[in-house]
């Protein structure tokens, strides 16, 4: 074994074998994958090896679409079969909204350049004849995805790697980790010591131990889970072509052909955690005990949905772990505060995601940037809430809805509540409709008294809509109140404060008592932040953006490697808010504080600490909604009470609380963008509209040279808002924009503007088509809709009630 290598990877089941192969694609051929068994002996050999496009995130689709399109090259470079059967797949539809969901699917796939088709439950059976056609309403087709062979595909990834200079030690089990002060990593082994520059943890169903070793705790558990093969079916015989893969939603059945028989899998509502404690060392190609008692009553289902498969007998049975992030998707990246220390894991589709996280991650190490948008995979999108009794009840709830579609407002209730803030309480008890955005809890929309606090899962508009309609207008015509706890909160203080946010962001860094807009830029030049930044002094900043990305956030701080002069820490827990918002927010707030707030005074963008009532607080003029607008943070201590004064001094002039829901509908008339909707990693400065918070003047930033060469050569694509000519459901997302039968763009977000009362869609369009009033349509659930595009904000274009 050698002594040394650039990066070691840790376990060679599929996202090992690809993680090894794509770091020796991209030159790093001194790469060495340790496997304590044989290659593929966790989870990967007994895999059903089904593939398939279909994530809600479209950028995790792409990155499936790549995986599924890889297997000829690794093929071709290996001459070993993976086994292909790339013969598409077939998802089924038997209620309306799994249909809507199926619709959404096709309009989205348009843009990104997959082949779909809806079609009726008759034209189903063309591709699979076993359908029981009574219980479907409706079906969609993708050319897509099909089969492959887990252990041919795994030692084809394997085989290429080492053609291109990688090493494999198989029999060569990981021990310990010890960090060296160079940053490097001796990986100790039961054949030896390795120095490793990097050290990936690709040690799957083991993922949570290769964890321990440094230290960190990574919300990953396994699940049981169960197919069977039957018999040959007469039904096959004959037939020239296969049986494609085919997702049964309602009946949480999944099924291709095998060989003369069927595969037939199941997600269970009650599925069993695997070793919740500890993997035991000694599990290598092994199984698990079958439990047919347990699952007899869902596989009858798939029986009836199936009928033919009820006439022929059970050849095997399967029933393997696997592991799952609390959310499902995977965990990659680099994990904050360990060096050189990475993970690919929590994955529960190897076959379709394998080779895109091998993809993404030698970009991320050898280019210190994945090369695009990866946040739902990012190991960072979990903090210090996902503990591992969260994890425990996250995983199988995740693993219960496997095949049910999630709906864009349902919230789901596992681990709930798990972060309160002070005024949880007042706010249920005003009818709030919570939802959970980084473990902590969030008003959405608020529920007059006697109305139910419950919506219908559905992709269209809700029973929440009236509602959230009358918090927009009461915002708009007197004032409202909206709890911004849950937003991501920094301090960074210190001598060297200004000189290292110079650097790390590409704004003007503001003078004490101003607040500016902060655009925060990858080496690549993309948007990683749309934060805001309060100087409080000239050595004391507070900064706020998106809560869900707080350890997206706090690593990238972390990585621009803050001076000894300076100190970067997290405020999430240590401070509170809420804004007050609309034209009656100056005659509140006034009542409550010494200072004149007249607009001459505090102007906006303005940042004072003070007291509020009886809260000391920071004081900052801004907001989300267009309207004259107030933050006020303070301490949890005072929270409450701070509430308790502000509807003391507002009741009477109209104050209302609102939600999440009415605040995405008020910044869309004013055609604000919001991260990880419409400003994430696969966008600029120029396409975003944010050039213009960016200080290009400054001699230094992260991602300047790219940020000045994309002003020099011109955004190829804009942000922009459009009216839309919806009826009964908006766009949610990833949406094709299309323009003569061609799909130009994507939405981003959207919402009923209730105040202009119009649909809206944010998306991007090619910039020479960015001209007001240009048309185009999109698809909304099936119905081409005509969407007009509009350059100025629809509502307050000029700006006067925000700076009146
Ligand atoms: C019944 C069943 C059916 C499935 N069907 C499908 C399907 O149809 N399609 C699909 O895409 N996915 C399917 N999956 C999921 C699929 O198996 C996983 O996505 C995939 O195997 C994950 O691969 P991995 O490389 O992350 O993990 P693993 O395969 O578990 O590999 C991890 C490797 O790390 C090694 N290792 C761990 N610790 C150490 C150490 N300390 N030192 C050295 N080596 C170490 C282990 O020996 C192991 O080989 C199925 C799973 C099951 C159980």
Request: one cysteine or more; charged letters at 20%; hydrophobic letters at 40%.
């Amino acid at each position: 074994m050698k002594s040394s290598a650039r990066a070691v990877v840790i376990g060679g089941g599929v996202v090992g074998a690809s993680v090894l192969y794509h770091l020796a694609k991209i030159g790093w051929s001194d790469v060495l994958l340790l496997e304590k068994g044989e290659l593929t002996s966790g989870s990967t050999w007994h895999a059903a090896g089904g593939m398939h496009t279909f994530n809600g995130d479209a950028n995790i689709s792409r990155l499936q679409k790549y995986t599924i399109d890889l297997y000829r090259e690794i093929e071709a470079l290996s001459g070993q079969s993976c086994s292909l059967h790339p013969n598409g797949g077939l998802m089924l539809a038997a209620t309306q909204g799994e249909l809507d969901s199926l619709r959404l699917i096709c309009s989205r796939a348009r843009y990104l350049g997959m082949e779909t088709e809806m079609l009726s439950v008759e034209q189903a059976l063309d591709y699979n004849p076993l359908i029981d056609p009574s219980h479907f309403i409706g079906a969609l087709w993708r050319a897509d995805g099909g089969h492959c062979d887990p252990s041919g595909t795994t030692h084809a990834y394997a085989k290429a790697a080492r053609k291109l200079g990688a090493s494999v030690e198989r029999f060569t089990r990981v021990l310990s980790l010890a960090a060296r002060r160079d940053g490097s990593w001796d990986v100790v082994t039961d054949k030896g010591t390795v120095n490793a520059g990097h050290v990936i943890n690709c040690a799957g169903l083991w993922a949570r131990e290769v964890g321990h070793m440094v230290g960190i705790e990574l919300p990953v558990l396994a699940m049981e889970h169960h197919y069977l093969l039957t018999e040959d079916l007469p039904e096959l015989k004959g037939r020239d072509k296969e049986l494609v893969n085919t997702t049964d939603f309602s009946g949480e059945i999944y099924l291709r052909q095998e060989r003369g028989g069927v595969l037939i899998g199941t997600y269970e509502p009650r599925g069993t955690v695997w070793a919740p404690l500890h993997t035991p060392d000694d599990f290598s190609m092994q199984l698990l005990p079958e439990d047919f008692e347990r699952l007899a009553p869902y596989f009858e289902v798939g029986f009836k949905h199936f009928p033919a498969l009820g006439r022929v007998g059970i050849r095997k049975a399967v029933n393997g772990p696997f592991t799952f992030a609390p959310d499902g998707n995977p965990l990659i990246g680099p994990v904050r505060g360990v060096r050189n220390y990475w993970v690919a894991c929590a994955v529960m589709a190897g076959f379709s995601q394998a080779g895109g996280i091998g993809l993404v991650l030698s970009r991320w190490l050898a280019e210190n940037d994945p090369g695009q948008d990866i946040i739902s995979m990012d190991v960072a999108r979990f903090g210090r809430f996902a503990t591992p009794k969260y994890t425990s009840v996250k995983v199988p709830e995740n693993y219960a809805r496997r095949f049910q579609l999630a709906y864009p407002n349902e919230e789901l209730p596992a681990a709930r509540p798990l972060r309160r803030s002070p005024i949880y309480d007042k706010l249920k008890e005003a009818g709030a409709v919570m939802g959970a955005n980084f473990g902590l809890e969030n008003a959405l929309w608020f529920a007059p008294a006697g109305v139910l606090r419950a919506e219908t899962p559905t992709y269209r508009r809700s029973e929440a809509f009236p509602f959230v309609r009358a918090e927009c207008q009461a915002v708009r015509s007197a004032v409202g109140l909206y709890e911004t706890t849950n937003y991501g909160k920094y301090e960074v203080s210190g001598r060297g404060a200004r000189a290292w946010l110079d650097r790390v962001f590409a704004c003007r860094i503001p003078r004490p008592g101003r607040l500016a807009l902060a655009p925060m830029l990858n080496p690549a030049g993309r948007i990683i932040g749309d934060l805001s930044m309060a100087c409080l002094a000239d050595d004391r900043f507070m900064i706020v953006g998106s809560g869900f990305a707080e350890e997206f956030h706090l690593r990238w701080f972390w990585a621009a490697d803050p001076p000894a002069d300076v100190c970067v820490r997290s405020t999430a827990s240590s401070l509170t808010g809420v804004s007050i918002a609309g034209p009656r927010a100056r005659e509140l707030l006034q009542r409550l504080v010494r200072i004149d707030l007249s607009p001459s005074a505090f102007k906006l963008f303005q940042v004072t600490e003070t007291a509020v009532g009886f809260a000391p607080a920071v004081l900052t003029r801004a907001g989300f909604t267009g309207e004259l607008g107030y933050e006020i943070w303070t301490t949890p201590d005072y929270f409450a009470t701070l509430y308790e004064d502000l509807w003391d001094a507002g009741r009477e002039l109209g104050l209302v609380h609102f939600g999440g829901r009415a605040l995405s509908s008020l910044r869309l008339e004013k055609g604000y963008g919001s991260f990880n909707k419409d400003f994430r990693p696969d966008y600029t400065p120029a396409e975003t509209g944010l050039d213009r918070f960016v200080d290009f003047g400054k001699p230094d930033f992260t991602g300047r040279a790219a940020a000045l060469a994309e002003r020099a050569a011109g955004a190829k694509r804009r942000f922009v808002i459009m009216e839309v000519a919806a009826t009964d459901a908006d766009v949610i997302g990833y949406e094709s924009i299309m323009k003569d039968g061609a799909a130009l763009g994507h939405v981003t977000s959207g919402s009923y503007g209730h105040c202009v009362g119009k649909s809206l869609a944010a998306g991007y369009v090619p910039t020479a088509l960015a001209r007001e009033g240009a048309r185009f349509e999109i698809d909304i659930l099936g119905e081409m809709r005509s969407a007009t595009l509009r350059l100025e904000p629809l509502y307050d274009p000029q700006g006067l009630r925000l700076r009146g």
